[in-house]
């Protein structure tokens, strides 16, 4: 059984930067690709990043491209999401998801979830 545990959110002005980590535990999460996703208050969850099992492949939602960056490190079996330049619209509860997966793009869909970080950012 996956369990994921988010970590790194926070209070922030916009402008600031945060790291969020993601820890998998039970399993080896270099057969899983891992994605970020976000819930803002009132909102549908959405998308935000995902990253291949290997790191070789990764993808952005169009709002946070040249903001965000998505990295994993599989020896500690934890991917991070570096979040610069933050703004007041990117306050939200992120969410980890993973799914085995060994393709070269990153998975669609994710079968397990963290409980999720709070991330807000302060005008």
């Known amino acids: 059984q996956v369990q994921l545990e988010e970590s790194g959110g926070g209070l922030v002005q916009a402008g600031g930067s945060l790291r969020l980590s993601c820890a998998a535990s039970g399993v080896t999460f270099s057969w899983y690709g891992v994605g970020w996703f976000r819930q803002g208050p009132g909102k549908e969850r959405e998308f935000v990043t995902a990253?291949?099992?290997?790191?070789?492949?990764?993808f952005y939602t169009d709002s946070v491209k040249g903001r965000f960056t998505v990295s994993r490190d599989n020896a500690k079996n934890t991917v991070y999401l570096q979040m610069n330049s933050l703004k007041p619209e990117d306050t939200a509860v992120y969410y980890c998801a993973a799914r085995i997966y060994k393709g070269i793009q990153v998975p669609h869909d994710y079968d397990y979830w963290g409980q999720g970080t709070q991330v807000t950012v302060s005008s």
């Open positions: 990253i291949s099992w290997s790191g070789g492949s990764t």
